[in-house]
């Protein structure tokens, strides 16, 4: 029964035992003083029980109240009720359901802090999607990876990654139920993703996985390139040593002045094949940190001096015009002068090989960003494609093949690693038939 039905049946009890005193006292007759004394009687028991019941009703109150409070999310641990009055048992067994509740609640979050630990530390593309399509959750890598912002969530997958390949696999898992994986090329910036979409256990939707293979297929590339490159550099030189030998075993040697040649000849494609081989053992040296460097406060105004004035032979004979220009006053830095004399004769030298006669080659010097010097060697030459351009540091990549001769291809790799070596950073503009710029910084 409940509390309003009891306070209803104490009521009315109180109006009947009046009536009945009433009804008795009349027939009777009491006396006045005696009647009114029952029915004083009867109605201070009937409120005093009155009374009692709205201890009932306030329990209930309590209850209903603490019950609304967890279903609208108030944290179970702040819902505790004091387990008195007639309700003390359904209070204690409310309090034992909230604090499990609770050790249940911390339980997920701390398993879900976990999981976004994991998903936001792993190098993959993670995307959580519903039977809608609809992206719930996206890793940190997945934004920076696809570029998004932070309004991913809530949107159809297409609308986030607007690429129909990932679309098909991700429509294909939900339709199906069951995984997908494929490749996917992004041709309008030559990007390369691995893509798994697997439904999760017992519940409608996917998880969707992209691996970046972007930078693995450009190394691949370059391995083949490097296999094929240094195939080709070492065919051209050894053909035509054995084209001379066999020349001269055949009867040329018997000729002097053919034999002198000849064997001239042979000198010169052996020193190609020395040198060539040297380079690689001392790229190999440079980027397994084998060659350490021997770094000493390095003026660079005398410095560059002298390193032009040692090219300027060179540009001379290939009617050039060879000029520096360093800012005055710059503070010395800590650099192995050797290796950076060898990065600054590369460079004149290609520009020096690749600049008409008539052009210019300007050195300069100056301050960059505040704590590094950035040095320049600007040509007016026959410049770099754009297609070339990304490629020119790699070993034996030549960017014009057709003037590529007389050079192994290694001299700007090993330019490149030696700047790192220095902390510093080597790149390159250019505009094809206007000339090239190159560029590299030694931090202060």
């Given at each position: ?5 009891i ?15 009433t ?65 003390a ?12 509740l ?36 996206v ?7 696809f ?14 990654i ?52 972007t ?21 051209t ?24 040649d ?7 494609e ?53 000029s ?121």
């Open positions: 029964m409940t509390s309003t039905s306070r209803s049946l104490i009521l009315f009890t109180v109006v009947a035992i009046a009536a009945v005193l009804v008795v006292g009349f027939i009777r007759g009491f006396s006045l003083t005696l009647l009114i004394a029952g029915v004083a009687s009867a109605a201070t028991a009937a409120v005093s029980m009155y009374f009692f019941v709205p201890s009932m009703t306030e329990d209930e109150l309590e209850l209903e109240m603490a019950m609304k409070k967890l279903g609208g999310g108030e944290p179970p641990d702040k819902l505790r009720l004091v387990a008195i009055g007639e309700l048992d359904l209070k204690h067994t409310f309090n034992e359901m909230t604090k499990q609770g050790d249940r609640l911390r339980s997920l979050e701390s398993e879900n802090s976990r999981l976004e630990l994991m998903m936001d530390n792993v190098a993959d593309a993670i995307f959580v999607v519903n039977r809608y399509s609809e992206v719930t959750k890793n940190d890598t997945a934004t920076k990876m570029g998004l912002g932070s309004n991913a969530v809530g949107r159809t997958f297409i609308d986030v607007r690429d129909h390949e990932f679309d098909a696999l991700v429509k294909a898992c939900l339709a199906s139920g069951t995984r997908q994986q494929g490749s996917v090329e992004i041709r309008s910036n030559r990007r390369f993703f691995e893509v798994t979409v697997t439904p999760p256990k017992n519940e409608p939707g996917a998880v969707v996985v992209v691996r970046d293979l930078e693995i297929k450009r190394l691949e590339r370059v391995r083949r390139d490097f296999v094929a490159n240094i195939s080709h550099e070492l065919r030189p050894l053909a035509s040593l054995k084209l001379l030998a066999e020349t001269l075993k055949g009867g040329a040697i018997e000729d002097q002045s053919v034999a002198a000849f064997l001239n000849r042979i000198e010169v052996t020193d190609k094949l020395t040198q060539m081989v040297r380079e690689l053992g001392e790229l190999s040296r440079i980027e397994s940190g084998e060659a350490p460097l021997s770094k000493k406060p390095l003026d660079l105004g005398p410095f560059i001096n002298k390193v032009t004035e040692r090219m300027k032979p060179q540009s001379d004979r290939a009617e050039l015009v060879l520096v220009d360093v800012t005055p006053g710059l503070r010395p830095v800590q650099a192995d002068a050797d290796r950076i004399e060898q990065v600054l004769v590369n460079l004149l030298h290609n520009a020096i090989k690749f600049t008409p006669a008539g052009g210019r080659i300007i050195v300069s010097a100056y301050p960059k960003n505040g704590n590094a010097i950035e040095i320049a060697v600007k040509d007016t030459g026959i410049g770099i494609s754009a297609e070339d351009l990304p490629r020119i540091f790699e070993r034996f990549y030549k960017a014009d093949k057709a003037r590529g001769g007389g050079g192994t291809g290694l001299g700007l790799a090993i330019a490149k690693h030696i700047v790192k070596a220095h902390g510093g950073e080597i790149r390159a503009e250019s505009v094809p038939g206007q000339g090239s710029t190159f560029y590299f910084t030694l931090p202060r």
